[in-house]
């Protein structure tokens, strides 16, 4: 049953309620490891990556893990809880032991720690560091990915992966440039857009 209403949802979510595209896809190519590092502004944003994105896990909040059947859903598609309101010790250590234990493995972590509906200026963008500390700990690499912000239903969803951004394992020693680093990442995310924007532009020009 899960099996058909996950293959029903990835084609009408991607298809139908929106027009998903996809960018820079061939960089995941190289990762077959990794975290992959979003900003989060829809409750589908994690449906726009599964239908390219191959053996992804994904962080959700243990919340909505509470209704048995939809739990059973999520975790089905390689959903992991965590808790949100506090530093979920077990849950990250849990994150970390199944990226240690796999070969072939993403898990995607959404910085921003929910879904955040406003692009603020770089100073106040919402970052918590969670997704950084796991990247440096485990010594893999994040894929930095850009989703249209707040798309509305029947538009184009734009989907960019930009290149890796590298934690050094010295951020772990030091709470200040762990702070730094996870600022820096939501900054790149979102220099993804700008990218889009300044290429669209360029196309536009050399068409005349």
Same mark, same amino acid.
Request: positive net charge; contains cysteine.
């Given at each position: 049953?899960?099996k ?23 960089i ?16 589908f ?46 849950? +990250?250590?849990?994150?970390? $032991?199944? &990226?240690?234990?796999? *070969? =072939? /493995?993403?898990? #995607? ?26 990247a ?52 790149? +995310?979102?220099?993804?857009? $700008?990218? &889009?924007?300044?290429? *669209? =532009? /360029?196309?536009? #020009?050399?068409?005349?």
């Amino acid at each position: 049953m899960f099996k058909i209403l996950t293959v029903f949802l990835k084609f009408f979510i991607n298809k139908i309620l929106f027009r998903t595209k996809y960018r820079n896809l061939e960089i995941l190519d190289k990762y077959p490891k990794c975290i992959l590092c979003s900003n989060h502004s829809r409750i589908f944003d994690p449906a726009f990556l599964y239908p390219k994105v191959k053996n992804m896990y994904s962080v959700a909040k243990s919340e909505v893990f509470k209704h048995k059947l939809f739990g059973s859903f999520l975790a089905y598609n390689g959903a992991i809880p965590i808790k949100r309101d506090m530093t979920d010790r077990a849950g +990250i250590k849990n994150i970390i $032991n199944l &990226i240690n234990e796999n *070969e =072939n /493995l993403r898990v #995607l972590i959404f910085p921003e720690g929910g879904i955040y509906k406003e692009v603020y200026l770089q100073n106040k963008r919402r970052c918590k560091n969670g997704a950084v500390f796991i990247a440096a700990t485990v010594n893999v690499p994040i894929i930095p990915i850009h989703i249209t912000v707040r798309p509305k239903f029947f538009s184009k969803v734009i989907v960019t992966f930009g290149e890796p951004f590298l934690v050094d394992v010295e951020v772990l020693k030091d709470r200040t440039k762990l702070r730094e680093e996870s600022k820096k990442l939501i900054n790149y +995310i979102y220099s993804l857009d $700008n990218a &889009i924007k300044s290429k *669209e =532009n /360029l196309e536009k #020009l050399e068409r005349g």
